[in-house]
């Protein structure tokens, strides 16, 4: 018999090749390592994420240059600030995660969100198999992360249940260091720059999920009711800059969610259903109510008599708090797809957000407490879509269509000569935006794609109206930010010879942005809060490359860069006078990062059934400015070039039902900034063993 050949498609490249700019991570291996699904995000072309310090901080996703809001985050297609924040990218385990899809610039009709930039879905496992594992890791800072995941299918009658728990603890108390770390002497004011250990950021999060249902019956591919329940707390380090020091106010927030799912191909023939509807109720929590003054050494300044040298608020932040903010989200998104010709679908998608936050906080007085309204915002996206295969699938067209409609109300307390009186505001904002893309494989191994779209990102809820969990100022005057966004990419291979195989992917960009909205920066240093601003225009052009290499079920190399030439593009404000920094580079944004990741594994070492795996990464940032390079003489303030090696090993035996792995981060420890020249850990060690029950 001779030679037979067959060729086929991962998942990851049916997604990738269809028109859309989109990376895919893989997350098969990822849980037999003591890392998150973050940190490999943060590796994937054209995607950087920026945080705010340790585990638990705040976490902001760049994609080809745009971040914060614009980038919007979805689990299995639902958005998902539903879950609340102790339940995210950075508190999910990777063994409960199959994949992960980063759209860049251009987001399919299906997703029916008004992203700006990009949406990153995470899809989570939907093994309908009998099983249950659990994993534990520890490390620096006294960091712990425990999980377990089970499925159990009755083969019989469909009769499906899963159920994941999770568990995350850290002191976050690594060293820090640099120009806002010091301490002033209360006499003299002169500044002792030293080295601290951060004393004041613990955090801890919790959640549990579970699912019952039926899948894979006649009436219904998936039918399931949900519960999850998540909890956080955390103290808080400083303020928006590290030269601020906190060591008594710290945030909570806790979230209860309540889901059903219903998905069915071919309900009538050629018509899926895809519909979600949930319910969440969270409460968030803000104690601040000492306002001693403390700095980088963990003790409170002191006068010469010993009494504590407090700040001139009641609180360390501003006014003291103990805020207790209710939050209510119902969303529901539904997608209608059919058929009518082979090859040949249409599409409706609708999305319905309402959010509802009650604010009270026993520190105010009565008057305030009682003119401080329920805040209330509803979005609703509605969207039309056609998707188009021929000859052969190697050509591959789709369009679509969405409306946005988005309303805000609320009522502030406001002073009017020593009174306070009720302000009230009301937004609304109505908008449409289109797009498409093209796909065309020239021959099996060269695939050209182009994508574009009119693209409108409203202000959410944390920008609108503020969150004192996060530091973040209320800004009511915000406008919807908007781009055109186009993609050009090509894929190249996998080309295989004797069992190597080689691949390229390259995607140039160009957005056009108006009303950017990006948080606004404080001349001062010692700035404690920060709010949101309208930018007006920017123009970004780029480009980011993968090559991936492979040699069998041994090595995997894979190398990218991203580079983008983000630039403030108007000229002149409202009074026809010229900004200082028309055409500087966007500020606080690395626009040149790349990553190189190798991989060895070997089969059967030691034992029968056993895997080895061996593995590198080298990320590097390229220095830029924390504000805009225009502004300020010498001596601005300049985010370094960053070069991070980590490396890590795993081993599994007994037919892989234990797994230990060891992890080395950043193993020079150098100095790691993000966010506004906030500092992450330095050199750090991770262990973690996992146990397959069955």
């Known amino acids: 018999m001779s030679e037979v050949v067959v060729h086929g498609k991962s998942k990851a490249r049916e997604i990738k090749s269809g028109g859309f700019a989109v990376g895919v991570l893989d997350m098969a291996k990822a849980d037999i390592r003591s890392i998150q699904a973050?940190?490999?995000?943060?590796?994937?072309?054209?995607?950087?994420?920026?945080?705010?310090?340790?585990?638990?901080?705040?976490?902001?996703?760049?994609?080809?240059?745009?971040?914060?809001s614009s980038i919007r985050v979805f689990i299995d297609g639902i958005p998902m600030r539903n879950y609340g924040s102790s339940f995210s990218l950075s508190s999910i385990p990777p063994a409960m995660i199959e994949r992960v899809e980063v759209y860049k610039g251009v987001v399919p009709g299906h997703l029916a969100?008004?992203?700006l930039g990009g949406a990153i879905n995470i899809i989570l496992k939907k093994k309908n198999r009998k099983d249950l594992a659990t994993s534990y890791s520890f490390g620096s800072f006294n960091t712990h992360r425990w999980d377990m995941n089970g499925n159990y299918r009755n083969d019989k009658n469909g009769l499906t249940l899963r159920g994941s728990a999770f568990f995350n603890y850290s002191d976050n108390n690594y060293e820090v260091w640099g120009d806002q770390v010091y301490v002033t002497n209360p006499i003299t004011g002169e500044m002792d720059y030293i080295k601290a250990k951060r004393f004041h950021d613990s955090y801890r999060s919790y959640g549990v999920n579970f699912d019952i249902g039926f899948t894979d019956v006649k009436w219904a591919d998936v039918f399931t009711i949900g519960a999850l329940f998540s909890d956080m707390q955390k103290d808080i380090q400083h303020g928006a800059t590290m030269a601020v020091v906190y060591g008594n106010r710290n945030s909570g927030q806790n979230t209860q969610m309540l889901n059903l799912k219903y998905d069915k191909r071919n309900l009538l023939p050629g018509l899926d259903v895809n519909a979600f509807t949930s319910w969440s109720n969270g409460e968030r929590t803000v104690t601040d109510t000492i306002n001693h003054r403390y700095n980088w050494t963990g003790n409170v300044y002191r006068k010469n008599n010993g009494d504590p040298i407090t700040w001139s608020t009641t609180g360390e932040a501003g006014d003291a708090t103990l805020a207790r903010n209710k939050e209510q989200m119902l969303a529901s998104r539904a997608n209608l797809s059919y058929e009518f010709l082979p090859g040949q679908r249409i599409g409706a998608h609708y999305l319905f957000n309402r959010f509802t936050r009650d604010i009270d906080d026993p520190m105010l007085s009565q008057a305030e407490r009682e003119l401080t309204d329920t805040r209330r915002m509803s979005k609703n996206v509605a969207g039309v879509s056609i998707e188009s295969k021929s000859f052969e699938d190697r050509l591959k067209l789709s369009a679509f269509y969405k409306y946005y409609h988005q309303r805000a109300s609320l009522?502030?307390?406001?002073?009017?000569?020593?009174?306070?009186?009720?302000?009230?505001?009301?937004l609304s904002a109505n908008a449409s935006g289109y797009g498409g893309a093209?796909?065309?494989?020239?021959f099996r191994q060269l695939t050209l794609q182009l994508s574009g779209e009119k693209a409108l990102r409203l202000p959410d809820e944390k920008e609108l109206l503020g969150n004192t969990t996060e530091n973040i100022d209320p800004s009511y005057s915000l406008k919807p930010e908007e781009s055109t966004n186009l993609n050009l990419g090509v894929l190249v291979g996998p080309f295989r010879s004797n069992g190597h195989r080689i691949g390229l992917d390259v995607n140039l960009y160009d957005r056009d942005i108006r009303n950017m909205i990006s948080r606004s920066v404080s001349n001062s240093l010692t700035a404690e809060t920060y709010a949101y601003e309208n930018l007006g225009k920017v123009k970004s052009k780029g480009v980011d490359a993968e090559v991936n290499y492979g040699f069998r079920d041994m090595l995997?190399?894979?190398?990218?860069?991203?580079?983008?030439?983000?630039?403030?593009?108007?000229?002149y404000d409202e009074y026809g006078t010229e900004y200082?920094?028309?055409?500087?580079?966007?500020?606080?944004?690395?626009?040149?990062t790349s990553n190189l990741n190798a991989e060895y594994n070997r089969k059967n070492l030691f034992q029968k059934g056993s895997r080895l795996t061996i593995g590198y990464n080298l990320g590097y940032v390229h220095e830029f400015f924390r504000n805009w390079e225009s502004l300020g003489g010498t001596g601005k303030i300049t985010i370094p070039s960053q070069w991070v090696h980590d490396i890590g090993v795993s081993y599994?035996?007994?037919?892989?039902?234990?797994?230990?792995s060891f992890d080395i981060r950043n193993v020079f420890n150098e100095q790691v900034f993000d966010n506004w020249a906030l500092q992450k850990a330095g050199r750090a060690f991770y262990g973690k063993i996992i146990y397959r029950i069955f």
């Open 438 to 442: 093209v796909s065309f494989a020239l």
């Open 411 to 426: 009522t502030d307390p406001e002073k009017v000569d020593g009174v306070y009186i009720g302000r009230k505001y009301s």
């Open 113 to 115: 969100e008004d992203a």
């Open 580 to 592: 200082a920094y028309y055409g500087d580079r966007l500020r606080n944004a690395p626009y040149f």
């Open 652 to 660: 599994s035996f007994f037919d892989h039902k234990i797994t230990a």
């Open 38 to 68: 973050t940190e490999l995000l943060d590796r994937a072309s054209g995607v950087k994420l920026r945080q705010s310090g340790g585990m638990g901080s705040d976490v902001d996703y760049n994609i080809n240059g745009l971040s914060g």
């Open 556 to 571: 995997n190399v894979s190398a990218n860069l991203s580079v983008f030439n983000a630039r403030f593009n108007l000229r």
